[in-house]
């Protein structure tokens, strides 16, 4: 079964890995992609670890 991630989550990631490639990553970005990964782990009963590998997977390497 796929992981299926929400508008919200790629949206989340994309403002942090942009943040990351430019040396400037807040807490604040990075606290809410944690938050939104935990739940939305918690909401559709995905394990958390495996939902943010997807995540990075899909926003870094797009092209996989």
Partial sequence: MAIELS????NL???AWAEIQAGALTVDTAAAVQAGITEHAKAT???RFKLEAALKK???HPED
Avoid: P, S, T, W
């Fill in 7 to 10: 508008d919200k989550l790629i």
């Fill in 13 to 15: 990631e994309r403002r």
């Fill in 45 to 47: 009963g995905e394990d």
């Fill in 58 to 60: 899909h926003v870094r």
